[in-house]
């Protein structure tokens, strides 16, 4: 049987084609050979065993033991290979071959190093000295002249002794000791045993004119002229001390600057001080700032408490010296000290506000302006004050005035009053700020103490026959206290203080200043305020020695509604007589002003019974009391007169 199909006889075969290999590798893809690693030949590989691993040799990868390492022939000051290297320099310069012994050090010879044994025999030359030199006093405290910046001469410590420079031995300038006393000698002249001087000699100094002292230095001063000034070291730094002895017959002024010094048991400070005949002081300084009173033989300069023991009783003398000394007031108001009446403005008899005063204003205080010139109001303030002071004057310039005219507060001390003052030492004291819109230049304020052989009058710096002693403050719109000390000369028998503003531009809503707490002590410094009287009902007897009113205190004269007033039941027809006394009596025999109750007329009684006012014909006042007379018209017998009046004992 035959079939159409055709039987297939061959299958399809599968070939590789082989290409020539380049780079690392050599021959071709079937048999390729890797000849390099990254372009490096590789060596024969004969003869490597289990472990090896490839190295470079320099110029191709051979099979090495692992860790061998191929030696290099070192160079410069190290030769031989890297195996067996011998360092033959140091820094190029050659070392000898020579083999050391014990101790030798390499020493240079000039032109290597060789093994040397050092010498034992000392320094051959020290301090100018050559040989053998051995230690001698002082090689190690020895400073050569030029060894310190600005030095002049070489300065050895040369030993001590027990009291004094040496009496013997050979010595240069600038040589010091030390004694057993603690006190430093210098030589100051070359010699056998030279000239020395104690450095304590050279704090003391002598002055006897205006000076500023050293660091550490005991002024004593000398001079006879009074007004000078000694000021503190300047640029204090910590712990510098400063004392003055006055060995002269004059006061003498301590100025101590933007640096304040404290008094002795006092926590207010003070920029100037006055020291007295015969008086000696000790300060220090803390920390470049402050100085701090540390001791004085003038116990009337001393503040505070003087301790009591014992529980005993009495007081100290005037002079310092203490006598039955006890119990002392702790406290410092006590009258007699302040000899401003009304230092604390506790007393506005006449009112409680003037407009363009030229007189009285506070009790004892005048208020008035250059020229006649207007527009300043004195009135008393009572908030905002300093502690234990609860009233203040404010002395302002009306807002948009023009003038410039000065401003004055002033007070006059009666002359009995005035005469425990002279030859004295009296400091002011008192307290001010400004207000914000305050037009004195640099907000300054000028405070005068005012004195002179017057007798009871209104004293002002430009008045003939006062002098003044004259400081000028800078107020801000804070509370300060300021304190002025000032002589005053044993001739004066009248004091006064005087404070002036110098208003410039035109004045804003704020121009002003207030005052308060003003006190004139005998005193080198300030203490604690007092009013004149000790106490306020004492302070007001004596305002009303100098003033006093039937009207209510701060009630202004001639005001009406409210009031109290003297009143009569009159016996005669046609005459009507007022007698009264004073209260208090008066400094002299006062001027007498009347006012009607009823209008405030000036001159004018007031008779209630027929509702009008009658005029005062005559008056007479002595300084006990006072005597009102009404002659004509005549007043109808029965009636009742009522008047106020104002009586005026000021100087």
Excluded at 102 to 117: D, E, Y
Excluded at 255 to 263: D, L, P, Q, R
């Amino acid at each position: 049987m035959t079939s159409g199909a055709k039987a297939q006889t061959g299958a399809k075969s599968s070939s590789t084609t082989s290409v020539t290999m380049g780079g690392d590798v050599t021959g071709n893809s079937a048999t390729s050979t890797v000849a390099k690693i990254n372009g490096s030949p590789l060596g024969t590989t004969t003869g490597a065993t289990t472990g090896y691993v490839l190295t470079w040799n320099g110029s191709s990868w051979v099979p090495a033991a692992t860790g061998s390492t191929t030696s290099v022939t070192m160079g410069g000051d190290v030769t031989g290979n890297s195996a067996t290297s011998t360092v033959a320099k140091l820094q190029g310069n050659a070392i000898s071959v020579t083999a050391p012994t014990t101790n030798q050090v390499l020493q240079w010879n000039g032109t290597s190093w060789i093994p040397t044994t050092l010498s034992s025999t000392g320094v051959t030359s020290f301090n100018t000295r050559t040989g053998a030199v051995v230690p001698a006093n002082a090689d190690y405290l020895a400073v050569a002249s030029g060894g310190l910046t600005g030095a002049t001469n070489a300065t050895r410590y040369v030993g001590g002794t027990a009291n004094g420079a040496p009496i013997s031995g050979t010595f240069a300038v600038g040589d010091f000791i030390v004694d057993a006393t603690s006190s430093i000698w210098v030589c100051v002249t070359a010699g056998t045993p030279g000239t020395w001087a104690t450095t304590i000699s050279n704090h003391i100094t002598l002055r006897s004119a205006t000076a500023t002292a050293k660091y550490n230095e005991i002024t004593l001063f000398t001079g006879s002229t009074a007004s000078q000034t000694i000021s503190a070291p300047a640029s204090p730094i910590d712990s510098v001390t400063w004392s003055i002895i006055n060995n002269s017959s004059v006061n003498v002024t301590l100025g101590f600057s933007s640096n304040a010094m404290y008094v002795l048991g006092s926590n207010t400070s003070v920029t100037s001080y006055t020291v007295t005949p015969a008086s000696a002081y000790s300060f220090v300084n803390y920390n470049g700032g402050n100085w701090y009173m540390t001791s004085t033989n003038d116990l009337t300069n001393g503040t505070g408490i003087i301790p009591i023991a014992n529980g005993g009783t009495g007081s100290s003398t005037a002079n310092g010296a203490l006598t039955n000394l006890g119990a002392l007031p702790s406290i410092e108001t006590v009258a007699g000290k302040n000899f401003l009446i009304n230092g604390g403005l506790d007393f506005w008899q006449r009112g409680t506000s003037f407009t363009n005063p030229s007189g009285y204003t506070a009790d004892r205080w005048i208020g008035s302006r250059d020229s006649g010139q207007n527009n300043s109001t004195y009135s008393q303030q009572t908030s905002g004050g300093i502690t234990g002071l609860p009233y203040y004057m404010r002395v302002q310039r009306t807002s948009g005035d023009t003038q410039t005219g000065s401003i004055y507060l002033n007070q006059s001390i009666e002359t009995n009053n005035s005469y425990p003052m002279a030859n004295q030492n009296v400091t002011l004291s008192f307290w001010a700020r400004a207000g914000a819109n305050y037009s004195a230049t640099s907000n300054s304020f000028t405070v005068r103490v005012l004195y002179g052989a017057t007798n009871n009058i209104q004293m002002y710096h430009y008045t003939s026959g006062v002098s003044n002693s004259t400081t000028s403050v800078t107020l801000t719109t804070s509370w300060q206290q300021f304190t002025y000390t000032v002589s005053i000369p044993s001739t004066s028998t009248q004091v006064g203080v005087e404070f002036q503003a110098f208003p410039t531009g035109t004045a804003g809503a704020n121009d002003y200043f207030d005052f308060a707490g003003c006190q004139l002590e005998i005193s080198n410094s300030v203490t604690t305020f007092s009013r004149a009287g000790g106490s306020i009902g004492n302070e007001l007897i004596l305002c009303q020695r100098y003033f006093q009113t039937n009207y209510p205190i701060g009630s202004s004269p001639g005001s009406t509604g409210g009031g109290m007033w003297t009143m009569i039941e009159n016996a005669e027809t046609n005459r009507v007589l007022m007698p009264s006394q004073f209260p208090v009596q008066m400094r002299i025999g006062p001027t007498m002003t009347a006012y009607s109750p009823q209008t405030g007329t000036i001159n004018k009684f007031y008779n209630r019974s027929t509702a009008t006012d009658i005029t005062v014909n005559t008056f007479t006042a002595l300084s006990v009391g006072f005597q009102f007379n009404v002659v004509t018209p005549s007043q109808g017998s029965g009636n009742q007169i009522l008047v106020n009046y104002t009586a005026n004992a000021e100087l």
